[in-house]
């Protein structure tokens, strides 16, 4: 690099300082490294072969060629040709592209395309040494070097090209380590002028000798006579990256489009699913309401003992010398039940022994008084009020329900088992192997609504079925025992 050139490129300036700062470089260095164990040695001495370039070395009256190319199975450098730098220039030029010609394969190009070449310096051409900066001139570096380059050379800096790296870095000390090569204008620009009169092109100028030319990290080939032909201006480079860019989005796009259509065949699923549980609630509702109204009118029924069973009660609960005026059973509401109250009244021996034995009862409860007692005169009589309540009685235990033809209702089939029954009276279990009995249909009931309230003849219990209000009076002396 030239002395007088002290900054780069504005982008190449942030993107080379992003990847420091993120650490790009010291990170594919290790990579590269990791990566070297476990290539096998054949496609990695190619690819040091792709590396590496035809190499010029000027030393005195003559400049000696050395081609890359493949020994015992490693990327090594071999002197194809010597060029003698003494006679006529047109002698000098026609020798050095013959001897680029011959480099045959081992120069990069084509007829149309001028070979790139690199120059060699020897070790008393150049002037290279380690400095140590302050790390707060780490982004411009070669800016700071330009100017004290008369502080670590002999030379004045308009003399001279030089280039630099940072090989280590301090972070404790806040330093950091820069590897300096320098060498004077007048080694380089007849190298340069030689090898332009041969047809190459000098890709670059590096302090390293042939074998190592290639791996160089400096170029003290100035800026302005750099080639501009780049990696990403050729067809090796795009190729590569539409390749892998193609199998990338194959990668991300493939997987996602299976997805796709799978998440499109689960929704079509879903839609079947969703459409037949529709269809399954549609028939719990209507079960639930049918089972609903076939119960309602069992647990009215059922709920409290029936007018038969609550007289013929009485009638053993009372002593022989019991007669009664007047016999009552009503509904009382409260709130949002409602309370089946038992009245009677008439005439007995012992008025307070009828408390005693209405509490004791499993019909009856609350038992007490409605009024003060009245003596009979003359005689040992009294005459009594009395009223108790009626005890709910449990429920009977319910029966599933099971449809007796699933062929009869197809619709039937998607639906989820019939809920438990609540409060239908027992029955007798039906033989093995035929279906229990079903409650009817809405349209059975209103055609037979005599027979489908009522219970199984084989019920353990049959009571009678206890009115909402049911008012009654015996005459007098006609219910009870004479004594």
């Not at 003494?86 to 001028?114: D, K, Y």
């Not at 870095?169 to 030689?194: E, F, K, Q, S």
């Not at 009395?386 to 009685?393: D, I, N, S, T």
């Amino acid at each position: 690099m030239a002395a007088s050139e002290l900054t780069l490129p504005p982008l190449a300036a942030r993107l080379r300082d992003l990847a420091r700062r993120t650490g790009l470089p010291g990170f594919w260095a290790w990579w590269k490294h990791e990566l070297d164990a476990i290539v096998p040695a054949g496609p990695r001495a190619a690819f040091a072969r792709r590396r590496m370039r035809p190499v010029l070395v000027f030393e005195g009256d003559h400049a000696t060629l050395w081609r890359p190319g493949m020994q015992e199975g490693r990327a090594a450098m071999s002197v194809a040709a010597t060029i003698a730098l003494t006679g006529e220039p047109a002698a000098i030029a026609a020798a050095g592209r013959a001897a680029l010609a011959s480099a045959g394969s081992g120069v990069r190009g084509g007829p149309a395309v001028s070979p790139r070449v690199m120059v060699s310096l020897a070790a008393h051409e150049y002037l290279r040494k380690n400095i140590v900066l302050p790390a707060a001139v780490e982004e411009n570096f070669r800016q700071a070097l330009a100017y004290d380059l008369d502080r670590h050379t002999p030379f004045k800096p308009e003399e001279l090209y030089f280039d630099a790296a940072i090989v280590d870095r301090n972070a404790a000390r806040g330093t950091i380590t820069v590897d300096l090569a320098t060498v004077r204008r007048a080694i380089v620009d007849p190298a340069l002028r030689h090898a332009a009169a041969w047809g190459a092109e000098v890709a670059a100028v590096v302090p390293e000798p042939p074998a190592n030319a290639a791996y160089s990290r400096l170029n003290l080939l100035p800026a302005d006579a750099r080639s501009s032909r780049t990696a990403w201006r050729r067809w090796q480079f795009w190729v590569p990256v539409a390749v892998l860019s193609v199998m990338a989005i194959a990668a991300v796009a493939i997987p996602l489009w299976q997805k796709r259509d799978y998440v499109i065949q689960l929704s079509a699923l879903v839609d079947q699913a969703r459409a037949r549980a529709a269809v399954s609630e549609t028939l719990r509702t209507e079960l639930n309401t049918r089972v609903a109204d076939y119960n309602y009118a069992l647990e009215r029924k059922y709920a409290f003992p029936g007018a038969l069973q609550v007289v013929d009660a009485v009638s053993k609960l009372l002593p022989d010398d019991t007669w009664l005026t007047q016999f009552e059973l009503k509904s009382v509401p409260k709130g949002k039940e409602t309370q089946h109250e038992f009245l009677v009244r008439g005439e007995t021996s012992n008025a307070g022994r009828l408390v005693q034995l209405f509490e004791e009862s499993q019909l009856f409860a609350q038992s007490g008084q409605r009024g003060p007692t009245t003596k009979i005169q003359p005689g040992p009589g009294e005459i009594f009020d009395l009223g108790a309540q009626l005890k709910p009685r449990a429920l009977p235990a319910t029966l599933a329900l099971v449809v007796a033809d699933r062929s009869a209702e197809p619709a039937a089939a998607t639906a989820p088992a019939a809920p438990t029954t609540t409060a239908q009276p027992p029955a007798a279990q039906p033989p093995a192997g035929q279906p229990t009995a079903v409650p009817p249909t809405a349209a059975q009931q209103s055609a037979a609504p005599s027979t489908a309230m009522q219970p199984p003849p084989t019920a353990p219990l049959s009571p009678g079925i206890a009115p909402a209000t049911d008012t009654g009076k015996a005459p007098a002396g006609g219910m009870g025992r004479k004594p």
